[in-house]
C-alpha cells in the first residue's frame, strides 16, 4: 500500500461521486471501500442532509476526493 493512500485517513474530505457528494470524516479504507463518518450528502440544489451512521462508498464509484484545509476529525 503506497503512503498517499493514507495521507487523507482521518481528515475531514468530500467525496466527489458523478450524482452527489458526502462530506464527512474519512475513517478508514477497507479493501475497494470507503468508510466515512459524521457525514452530511450534499445535492444540487438541496440543502446538506446529515446522514445517521456510517456512510461506505466503493472506491471505483468516485471520481474524486477533496480534503478540506484544516481537516483534522
Known amino acids: 500500500m503506497f503512503a ?3 495521507t487523507a485517513v482521518r481528515k ?3 467525496v466527489n461521486l458523478a450524482d452527489k457528494a458526502f462530506k464527512g470524516i474519512l ?3 477497507r ?3 470507503l468508510v466515512l463518518r459524521d457525514v452530511e450528502l ?3 440544489g438541496r440543502a446538506a442532509q446529515p ?3 456510517e456512510v461506505v ?3 471505483a464509484k468516485v471520481e474524486f476526493i477533496q480534503v478540506l484545509a484544516g481537516g483534522e476529525g
Open 57 to 59: 462508498v466503493e472506491r
Open 42 to 44: 450534499l445535492e444540487a
Open 51 to 53: 446522514v445517521d451512521g
Open 4 to 6: 498517499w493512500r493514507r
Open 31 to 33: 479493501g475497494p471501500l
Open 12 to 14: 475531514r474530505v468530500v
Open 27 to 29: 475513517w478508514a479504507q
